[in-house]
């Protein structure tokens, strides 16, 4: 099945410096790539996602890229605030064969922007 | 527009007894999908449904674990007996017919002592 690798585990900048946070998927044949923000006591929150016919998907302060070869993606976060502190996991999905398919998630990457 | 609502919130039981999440998706979506978050294995699908019809069970971790939807506005996913192992966070998220973009719900915390 997929697997997701997630870099960094946790990751601490300055208000105003960017954040990026890394994934790598195994499974070639998957074809959409979400982001989830999640903050402490509630359910994920999708922010961006990317399809695997597109290179990169920017939203304001926001943006997402895909290299497909090499198989990773990766969440680019400008002009940091501090309420962008939270819980960040990037996912893949394998449509294999279903009409939805199933994403599997990276192990989240924790955010701390510092005012 | 209400989201996706689960009950209860917390559970706390003790292992052995049996536990029931509901959960009500968001009026209109037709994918319904059950995950469990642990610190040690992450967000993982346990189940999904399209159209109350389970499409993909095989992240059930084992006959304990049951997952019903009755009706496009309620889902159930049961655990009997329960174990401590079974303590996580629930989540249920829903999906409209045709888009990408899963909406989740607040999640159940389960702690079975």
């Known amino acids: 099945g997929e697997n997701v690798e997630q870099h960094p585990s946790t990751l601490s900048v300055q208000e105003g410096d960017s954040a990026v946070i890394k994934c790598t998927y195994s499974d070639s044949a998957s074809n959409y790539f979400p982001w989830y923000k999640q903050e402490l006591g509630k359910g994920p929150q999708l922010i961006i996602d990317?399809?695997?016919?597109?290179g990169e998907k920017k939203d304001q302060r926001i943006a997402v890229t895909l290299n497909k070869t090499a198989k990773h993606f990766s969440l680019h976060i400008t002009e940091t605030q501090p309420e962008d502190s939270a819980v960040y996991f990037c996912a893949a999905r394998n449509p294999g064969g279903t009409s939805y398919g199933k994403l599997t998630f990276g192990q989240g990457t924790i955010l701390t922007v510092h005012p | 527009d209400a989201g996706v609502i689960q009950s209860p919130r917390h559970e706390v039981t003790e292992m052995g007894q049996e536990v029931t999440l509901r959960c009500k998706p968001i009026?209109?979506?037709?994918?319904l999908f059950w995950y469990r978050q642990t610190m040690m294995r992450g967000l993982e699908l346990l189940i999904y449904f399209n159209n109350n019809v389970p499409i993909d069970d095989s992240g059930m971790p084992e006959d304990r674990f049951s997952a019903k939807m009755p009706n496009a506005s309620f889902s159930t996913l049961k655990i009997q007996p329960s174990e401590p192992r079974d303590s996580a966070v629930y989540f249920c998220?829903?999906?409209?017919?045709?888009?990408?973009?899963?909406?989740f719900g607040p999640g159940t915390r389960l702690t079975v002592l």
């Open positions: 009026s209109g979506h037709d994918y």
């Open positions: 998220a829903s999906s409209f017919p045709g888009a990408d973009t899963q909406y």
């Open positions: 990317i399809r695997s016919n597109v």
